[in-house]
């Protein structure tokens, strides 16, 4: 990758420190609120432990926890969600942080690599939790979602294709994370087409991850968060 990129990307980084750091700036309330009690929010949840206890018992899996991952776990907590679709669930380290919350939670974790496929299987045979697992990139679902969650790394499909997909998935209250948002150029294209979709309101930018909302009440706005 040329160093000029690198250095633009530095660059960028660093604007986005100055902008809307701890909520300061934001004027909706719903944004302001989300900021503050979810992407700043420090507490150590029990089932931060759970996770990591459980993975314990995985030695060769390797695993480091990160703010995505406890992200992850908030929003699922902080909106009660229910029903998840993965989207490149890899091994199933995120799909554990997704459903640690409550029992009651059904995930279908879409992995396109056998291999993967394969550790993520069984990461879940002991993990007490409604988890289904689909090798195919866009399996038929016939029902809304509350969370869509897509690692771009592990899921390499046609882009278009993936913008119609995710948005047939969404109701109102829905929200979709998009993890690798600034992967390549390509990627960078892909969430502006999603940020741009009719069906979107409320778009936070990460740098690296991405969150939409669909809740017509709110104005339609994109915000630029460190994170």
């Known amino acids: 990758m040329p160093k000029i990129f690198h250095l633009s990307k530095a660059g960028a980084r660093l604007l986005y420190k100055v902008r809307h750091h701890k909520g300061h700036g ?6 302001f609120n989300f900021i503050t009690k979810v992407i700043e929010e420090k507490t150590q949840y029990h089932a931060y432990d759970d996770v990591r206890n459980y993975l314990s018992h995985f030695p060769d899996l390797s695993f480091r926890e990160n703010k995505t991952h406890r992200l992850l776990l908030k929003i699922v907590n902080y909106f009660n969600i229910k029903k998840i679709v993965e989207l490149g669930g890899g091994t199933g380290i995120n799909t554990l942080y997704m459903t640690v919350t409550a029992s009651d939670i059904e995930c279908l974790s879409v992995e396109l690599s056998p291999l993967k496929f394969s550790k993520a299987q069984m990461l879940y045979n002991e993990w007490n939790r409604n988890i289904l697992q689909s090798n195919e990139p866009f399996p038929p679902i016939n029902e809304k979602k509350d969370c869509i969650f897509v690692d771009l790394k592990n899921y390499k499909v046609s882009h278009n ?5 995710l948005m047939s998935l969404t109701h109102k209250d829905s929200v979709i ?7 390549n ?7 502006k ?3 741009q979709q009719d069906d979107t309101v409320v778009s936070l930018d990460l740098f690296h ?4 909302f669909f809740d017509k009440k709110y104005y339609k706005r994109n915000y630029k968060l460190s994170f």
Do not use: A, C, N
Not at 185 to 191: A, D, V
Not at 209 to 212: S, V
């Open 26 to 31: 934001i004027h909706s309330p719903f944004v």
């Open 161 to 165: 294709e993936m913008v119609t997909y």
């Open 177 to 183: 994370i998009i993890d690798g948002i600034r992967t």
């Open 185 to 191: 150029r390509k990627l960078q294209t892909l969430w």
């Open 193 to 195: 087409m999603l940020v």
């Open 209 to 212: 991850l991405g969150i939409l």
